[in-house]
């Protein structure tokens, strides 16, 4: 099973209409859980991060089940800008307070039309 | 705001050529790191660097690779004798004390 795995897409939808992104995560132990995006040849850029009790930024809206493992991305009244390909990304830090891995999906592109 | 730098942004080499790859972190931050991404692909660990050492690297970063940080403002990746599949772009990152990781603008590398 992949480490953390993702609908590929491509996802074509409308300006205006609403996308969710899913993603589930294999191991467990994993602590912390982000949403960025990459836009394409270019560097991945923190979109956010997800907290247990779900968080919201604007129009992005993302959750975490711990239970089950799984990540989502809301994304409401999409804008041309938005086009990118969206990474679920999850933190395996090996002890308390030391550097730590970022280990990420292989993305869901999102394309956004007129 | 603050960020993370790297030069140069394209690199050409001959296979089994050396290489350096040149960041500058976030000032205050205190973890580095370094990603690749093949074209087409995920981005992949290569190294994490806290406190002038490896704190963890991947199956990657073998005997090949090598990082410093050289004085306090720069994080080097070295790449010994570069083949054909080390071509990609490569991230430098940087964090501080909360676990977000914030990446410079890529390194290309191509290698013929």
């Known amino acids: 099973r992949k480490e953390v795995e993702q609908d590929p897409g491509p996802f074509n939808v409308p300006e205006g209409a609403t996308v969710a992104f899913n993603c589930t995560y294999s191991?467990?132990?994993?602590?912390?859980f982000f949403w960025y995006r990459q836009d394409c040849r270019k560097e991945p850029k923190l979109l956010m991060s997800?907290?247990?009790s779900g968080n919201e930024d604007g129009r992005f809206t993302a959750q975490l089940n711990r239970a089950s493992q799984y990540i989502s991305l809301l994304i409401r009244d999409s804008k041309l800008s938005d086009s990118a390909t969206y990474l679920c990304?999850?933190?395996?830090?090996?002890?308390?307070?030391?550097?730590?891995?970022?280990?990420f999906g292989t993305g869901t592109r999102l394309q956004v039309t007129l | 705001e603050p960020e993370v730098t790297q030069t140069p942004s394209h690199q050409v080499t001959q296979m089994g050529q050396e290489v350096i790859l040149r960041c500058v972190p976030i000032?205050?931050?205190?973890?580095f790191y370094w990603y690749r991404q093949i074209l087409g692909q995920k981005v992949e660990f290569l190294v994490s660097?806290?406190?002038?050492?490896?704190?963890?690297k991947s199956e990657i970063f073998d005997d090949q690779f090598s990082v410093e940080r050289p004085d306090g403002s720069n994080f080097t990746l070295k790449i010994r004798s570069t083949k054909l599949e080390d071509s990609a772009m490569y991230f430098c990152?940087?964090?501080?004390?909360?676990?977000?990781?914030?990446f410079g603008p890529g390194t290309r590398l191509t290698v013929t």
């Open positions: 191991n467990s132990a994993s602590q912390s």
């Open positions: 990152a940087s964090s501080g004390l909360e676990r977000e990781q914030y």
């Open positions: 000032s205050n931050h205190l973890y």
């Open positions: 990304v999850v933190n395996n830090p090996l002890h308390t307070g030391t550097a730590s891995k970022l280990t």
């Open positions: 997800v907290y247990s």
């Open positions: 660097f806290y406190n002038n050492e490896i704190s963890e």
